[in-house]
């Protein structure tokens, strides 16, 4: 299909009708919309989240810190971005960019707040100083990594993804723009993964943590419909051998449904307060649709 043509006005303006699916939170404005505090728990640890790719990192990472054996216990609260309420008071005073995941920490005489996905990999990392190369050179291959995933991530999610699955029209250029460009991604991955176990090499790492939310599901044939049949996700083999391995661990299978809203009622947790919320719930990826 040959898109439209499309002369840019002089001066750009928000045109609420034309936003597709997420036409009724998107603006271009920051800030709270709201006056709603807050959910809080027992434990010093606060996410606030949702189960998207960005938002299963902060899980994944308090549930192999738990797994373990860190002192790492923590609330867990849904943040349902579909209705808005990442634009609340409360979520906008630990995240002014009002995105999933957020992080409180009262372990101190005052809370910290850590938002952006990487940001509160790495602050756990150090926090706890687990899952993170500790050699100079092991470091910087590791936050390497950790940062080429966060650079790409907009690139599959927003870029990809939006096109492909849920823009109100199907464009040529686009599509195969961001289709280009995440292939290229898993192809980076995948050499990197043919030649170490683990992205920032033997040891499994924040990297890896980060990563895997965003790779696992083309294998798995979880996101975007159709898209491991439409990318040819069979191709990177490397990258199914490492998601399977991952996936395969307790702490991911407990963290991928940290904050999950939506597929079978077994597979959800939209709250999480201790280790007994998991039982009687499913822990593996859905079968594809």
Known sequence: MTDPTYTPPEVWSHDAENGGRFANINRPTSGAREDRELPAGRHPLQLHSLATPNGVKAGIMLEELLEAGFPAEYDAYTVDIGEGEQFTSGFVAINPNSKIPALVDRTGEAPIRVFE???????????FGAFQNDTPAGRAEMLSWLFWQVGSAPFIGGGFGHFYAYAPEKYEYPINRYAMETKRLFDVADKRLGESRFLAGDQYTIA?????PWLAPFVEGNIYNDARTFLSIEEY???ARWVDEIGARPGVKRGRIVNKTWGDEASQLRERHSASDFEGKLLEPSPPS
Do not use: H, P, R
């Open 117 to 127: 996905s990487g940001a509160i990999l790495l602050y756990l990392a150090e926090k």
């Open 208 to 212: 890896d943590i980060a990563t895997f």
């Open 237 to 239: 083999t490397n990258v």
